[in-house]
């Protein structure tokens, strides 16, 4: 399992949401935002949603210090 993908999944339950409740919000299957989540896909769509859980700007995601910091 790709670690950076871990810190992102621990970040949201962290800032209070999960990739489902973004996959609800959004109207897509779980497994495309855990994709995106994992790099295996690009929707920019979900990548925004993602940051904008996270708090931080799209090209920031993976980051996973900035992740970890809230920068």
């Given at each position: 399992?790709?670690p950076?993908?871990?810190?992102?999944?621990?970040?949201?339950?962290?800032?209070?949401?999960?990739?489902?409740?973004?996959?609800?919000?959004?109207?897509v299957?779980?497994?495309?935002?855990?994709?995106?989540?994992?790099k295996?896909?690009?929707?920019?769509?979900?990548?925004?949603?993602?940051?904008?859980?996270?708090?931080?700007?799209?090209?920031?995601?993976?980051?996973?210090?900035?992740?970890e910091?809230?920068k």
């Amino acid at each position: 399992m790709d670690p950076s993908y871990e810190k992102l999944k621990h970040a949201l339950k962290r800032s209070g949401t999960s990739f489902r409740a973004i996959a609800r919000e959004l109207g897509v299957s779980h497994t495309a935002v855990v994709d995106v989540a994992k790099k295996e896909r690009r929707s920019a769509r979900i990548s925004k949603a993602l940051a904008e859980k996270l708090g931080v700007p799209v090209d920031k995601i993976w980051n996973t210090e900035s992740s970890e910091d809230g920068k």
